[in-house]
């Protein structure tokens, strides 16, 4: 099934995998982000052209070659999953928990310390 269609299965779950994850990976580029999502944006809009393409001639064969129609139906729901939830199917912002304490310092030259008690969780973050 992958090898006849590789470049778009992997692709798509590229896509499908990066912007589920997004939650964890961008803030660590900062300014870099933006970009990023510009380029994933541009790939997505891709894949969507390519996804019509793929139909169109799907609808001409008369949906016959399988691999085709699970391409199509893996396209589909990656994509429609990557609209109507953009930020991810999972809401990692509910699993950490509310913040019960949360403290901020900022000491010399601009430098932050944090310190967050959840629910679950306790984290110390350090940023210079």
Same mark, same amino acid.
Do not use: H
């Given at each position: 099934?992958?090898? @006849?269609?590789?470049? @778009?299965? &992997? &692709?798509? /779950?590229? =896509?499908? =995998? ?8 961008? #803030? ?7 970009? *990023? $999502?510009? *380029? /994933?944006?541009?790939?997505?809009? *891709? /894949? ?5 393409? @793929? ?6 064969? #008369? $949906? ?12 589909? *729901?990656? =994509? ?7 930020? #991810? ?7 950490? #928990? ?5 403290? @901020? ?20 973050? $350090?940023?210079?």
């Amino acid at each position: 099934m992958i090898k @006849q269609y590789p470049l @778009q299965f &992997t &692709t798509t /779950l590229f =896509l499908f =995998l990066l912007m589920n994850l997004s939650y964890f990976w961008e #803030g660590k580029f900062g300014i870099l982000t933006f970009p *990023i $999502f510009i *380029i /994933l944006f541009i790939i997505f809009f *891709i /894949l969507f052209i390519e996804l019509i393409r @793929q139909i169109y001639i799907s609808t001409k064969e #008369g $949906f016959a070659k399988k691999t085709r129609n699970y391409l199509l139906g893996f396209m589909i *729901i990656c =994509l429609t999953s990557i609209i109507i939830k953009p930020t #991810g199917i999972v809401n990692f912002d509910k699993l950490e #928990g509310e913040n019960l304490y949360f403290a @901020q310092a900022e000491g010399a030259a601009n430098c932050t310390s944090t310190l967050k008690f959840t629910r679950r969780c306790f984290s110390y973050c $350090f940023f210079s």
